[in-house]
């Protein structure tokens, strides 16, 4: 421990540094590492007065300047357990506010995080991969493989800044190791979600200008081969599985990086590398627009370092040597962000699962014994189900010890967020000794945007925002984000679209309530998307628009939001098809099933519908669920055809016990 005497002794470094016209000497700059080493959370007014005489002595040269070298040592001293153990909430703000400015200023990208993990923290394991002949990768592995990959890429795409390539794989390692490989050589990169169609997929590579496409097999590769002639800007596609890489004489990611020779030298790619600013574009991120097109978020490097020090500062009792099982998709924020750079940030170990099933995670749980797990409210309902069965198979009534040894006996952490999870799950976690915490974030704003605070949940809260963010409620009960980790805007976003209004403020479409003590509650949402119970983005109008022109459909109303799957309350248009009339019940159903079948072809699959009914009339506005535009008013919808809606949800299984 440091004595007291640590926050006058930072005043003392900050007046030296702060000499004009004298150079640092070598023991200033010794001795303000030491003590940048060795900083508490109580020194937050010296390190205030320390980290404005550093940003002072900025030079515009590249490299670690001595200033430079002393504000990331600092960094890394916040997110280390010393620091953190000794954290109070209402230091976070005043540490988040002093250390973002920090990050920019000094240029604190997240290759300069990968490169001081590196020199401080070699032999952690970074990467674990169940099942897998690599086994684990120290920090060092993915350092040496992630320039041995921007290498062989850089020498492909050459010394283009604007050069850009896409991901399109679903949770594998080659696929995190090729985008660390970008995030941290300056390399623009946009992972695609694995589970859009082939007209999505090709959307995006023409708008991102993708002129490499990683692949991770056949399904993927079949998505853009027939489709070649409309991506003139896409000029080699990669493939992670050999035999499709084979089967269509495309290049497997052994072969880029056997075949480049060192045609790009390694330090030339570090001089690529040490060039990244702050604010430089680094990945773009694609999600469902209301109309169904994606939109490409664009994110900055300052973007991804902030939040990765503001969400540390948010969980003081996550970081060195925990161990997260993970199984979200590294194509969307929460998995890419949280878990994978946050993995990184905090000098914990990812351990990527082998599969999203549950009897697959619960193996996982048990062989890995995780400390923490992060997910959509899907995975912890089924867990708390497992056990709940365990408990009922025994004849026990509390099922949290089940659930402590479904989980490998380690669990401490978990989040749920992107979705309602009830709050009698979150209960039963709490006794089990689990901090299950609930969440409310987006893709714009790097993940996290409200959360509740380890040991203050609150039925139905959503949390209190994060460190580094603010959050504003509109006149009509809408949450405004702004803050260094909200995205600066969409990519490419036509003349309009600006994503900001002229305060600066995001508009999330979404509408909260605040209580007394600050917690957020959802009360509903202002734009036309839903997330279903998996936190997938699914826009309804998108659905219902591939029955606008069906001459047998009147109306489309489609229900999934915050539930498993999507179903659809269908009104026949009976006075353009009269041939409707003489068709009986069970004909009606069928006509409407063969277009429901064939609008699921154009659907990825989390968006197709499960399920139907005939509504007994057109919904209107004499009920309220018409707007005077004619627009749906969706929760009016839901409520007035809840006995519609309900049945399609129920459970179709059963599981007992009989005898053995």
């Not at 929460?334 to 990527?352: H, I, P």
């Not at 490419?492 to 957020?520: C, I, K, M, N, R």
């Amino acid at each position: 421990m440091l004595p007291e005497a640590q926050g006058p002794a930072l005043v003392r470094l900050a007046a030296a540094w702060a000499r004009p016209g004298v150079p640092p000497s070598q023991d200033l700059q010794k001795a303000t590492l030491a003590a940048a080493a060795e900083v508490r959370p109580q020194d937050l007014p010296g390190a205030a007065e320390l980290v404005q005489a550093l940003l002072g002595r900025l030079e515009p040269a590249e490299g670690r300047q001595p200033a430079r070298s002393a504000l990331f040592k600092l960094l890394d001293a916040v997110r280390r357990r010393p620091f953190l153990s000794a954290l109070t909430p209402d230091l976070a703000p005043g540490w988040a506010g002093l250390l973002v400015p920090a990050i920019d200023q000094a240029d604190y990208t997240f290759g300069e995080l990968l490169r001081s993990r590196e020199e401080t923290d070699p032999r952690t394991v970074a990467i674990r991969v169940p099942g897998s002949e690599l086994g684990d990768l120290t920090v060092a592995d993915v350092g040496r493989r992630t320039r041995s990959l921007a290498r062989s890429l850089l020498s492909f795409l050459g010394s283009d800044p604007e050069a850009r390539v896409a991901i399109l794989s679903e949770n594998r390692l080659e696929a995190a190791l090729v985008d660390l490989a970008c995030l941290g050589n300056g390399i623009v990169d946009a992972p695609l979600p694995a589970n859009a169609t082939a007209e999505q997929v090709v959307y995006m590579l023409r708008h991102s200008g993708a002129r490499v496409l990683f692949a991770e097999d056949e399904e993927q590769v079949s998505k853009v081969l027939p489709s070649l002639a409309q991506l003139p800007a896409l000029e080699e596609i990669v493939v992670f599985s050999p035999d499709a890489a084979e089967r269509h004489g495309l290049l497997t990611l052994e072969q880029m990086v056997d075949q480049d020779g060192g045609a790009f030298a390694d330090a030339a790619r570090a001089v690529r590398a040490g060039a990244v600013r702050s604010r430089d574009l680094a990945t773009v991120m694609y999600t469902s627009g209301t109309t169904g097109t994606p939109k490409g978020i664009a994110f900055s490097h300052l973007n991804i370092v902030s939040k990765r020090l503001c969400r540390g500062l948010a969980l003081p009792e996550v970081g060195e040597g925990d161990v997260f099982l993970c199984y979200l998709p590294l194509y969307h924020t929460f998995g890419r962000y949280l878990e994978l750079t946050g993995t990184l940030w905090w000098g914990a170990t990812y351990v990527m699962a082998r599969s999203t099933a549950i009897p697959s995670l619960l193996e996982d749980f048990k062989a890995v014994r995780p400390t923490v797990f992060i997910s959509v409210p899907k995975k912890w309902m089924e867990i708390h189900d497992a056990a709940v069965r365990e408990a009922q198979a025994g004849e026990v009534a509390d099922p949290s010890p089940h659930l402590r040894a479904l989980t490998g006996g380690r669990l401490r952490y978990g989040l749920s967020a992107a979705g309602y999870l009830d709050p009698e799950v979150f209960k039963t976690f709490h006794r089990a000794g689990v901090r299950l915490l609930s969440g409310y974030g987006m893709t714009e704003a790097t993940g996290g945007i409200l959360m509740t605070p380890p040991g203050d949940y609150r039925e139905g809260s959503i949390g209190v925002p994060l460190p580094g963010i603010e959050c504003r409620r509109d006149e009509d009960g809408e949450l405004l984000v702004r803050g260094p980790y909200v995205s600066p805007g969409y990519f490419q976003a036509p003349q309009g679209e600006e994503a900001y209004d002229a305060e600066g403020w995001f508009h999330t479409g979404d509408l909260v309530s605040v209580d007394e003590g600050g917690h957020y509650r959802m009360a509903g949402r202002k734009k036309e998307l839903y997330k279903n119970r998996a936190g997938q983005t699914i826009s309804p109008q998108r659905i219902e628009n591939l029955f606008k022109d069906l001459d047998a459909v009147g109306q489309a109303f489609l229900v999934g939001d915050h539930r498993e799957y999507n179903t659809l309350l269908v009104w026949p248009n009976w006075e353009k098809d009269p041939s409707l009339r003489h068709k009986t019940p069970e004909e009606l159903r069928e006509l409407i099933s063969s277009l429901v079948a064939s609008a699921n072809r154009f659907l990825a699959p989390f968006e197709r519908v499960v399920a139907f009914r005939v509504l007994p009339r057109a919904l209107d506005q004499e009920h309220g669920e018409l707007t005077h535009k004619l627009t749906f008013k969706r929760e009016v919808v839901e409520r007035n055809w809840r006995d519609l809606v309900d049945p399609m949800y129920q459970q179709k299984r059963l599981a007992l016990r009989v005898g053995e």
